[in-house]
């Protein structure tokens, strides 16, 4: 008898190509960057001599976007050493800022036009308000009186990437007041009181779950 031939073993089969993970998409980058794109267009734009750098002569009647910050700078540095810079002269306030400005430095501020204020009903047409929140803190708690400035109107492609910072709220003053992140001093009776003599008419006081977490800052000027 002819002898039977060994069943071919089945070839193995080929792994398939895991298929390369589908990218996420980055529209929270913006976020994270401030506004990048939009923000090195501008300041080409003040480069070229597209746009004018003036100095806000009232510091202390500008807004915040934020209801806190951290205490510190993405370098790392702190603001309470800016702050003493500031005051001492060793900054000045045309020096300080994000290293992404080629020339002099500058707060970016928009105006707050009717779309803002209809949103946020504290707000006045005309108000002035920062994105640059944590450096506008330390001018204000420095004592200082003006600082260069672009004020973008309410529509402009910055303050629409960096709407998401309008975090403050009626119940934190509408945006005269910001808290810190990353503090741990005061408590909060001491605080509450001390807001409450300086502010009579304040829509809210700092509560103990507020200063568990935030130092709360009451206004400088």
């Known amino acids: 008898m002819p002898k039977k031939k060994p069943a071919k073993k089945p070839a193995a089969k080929k ?37 004018s750098v003036v100095q806000h002569p009232d510091v202390a009647g500008i807004r915040f976007s934020q209801n806190s910050v951290d205490n510190k700078f993405t370098d790392g540095k702190s603001m309470e050493d800016l702050i003493a810079k500031l005051r001492s002269g060793e900054a000045r306030t045309g020096e300080i800022g994000p290293p992404t400005i080629a ?72 945006g005269r007041r910001v808290v810190i992140r990353g503090n741990d001093s005061g408590s909060a009776a001491n605080i509450a009181q001390e807001w409450a003599q300086e502010d009579p008419d304040a829509a809210q006081l700092p509560t103990a779950a507020h200063v568990a977490v935030h130092t709360w800052i009451p206004p400088c000027c």
């Not at 970016?108 to 920062?130: C, P, S």
Request: include cysteine; hydrophobic fraction near 30%; proline fraction near 4%.
């Open 103 to 174: 020339g002099p430095k500058y707060l970016v501020m928009f105006r707050v036009g009717r779309k803002i204020a209809g949103k946020f009903k504290f707000l006045q047409e005309g108000d002035v308000v920062t994105l640059d929140n944590r450096r506008l803190h330390c001018m204000k708690e420095a004592g200082v009186s003006s600082v260069p400035s672009l004020i973008l109107e309410e529509d402009h492609e910055v303050v629409l990437q960096e709407e998401y910072k309008m975090t403050t709220e009626e119940g934190w003053n509408g």
């Open 15 to 51: 792994p398939r190509a895991k298929k390369p993970a589908a990218t996420k998409k980055q529209g929270g980058a913006k976020k994270k960057q401030g506004g990048g794109t939009a923000r090195k267009k501008l300041d080409e734009e003040v480069q070229s001599g597209q746009r």
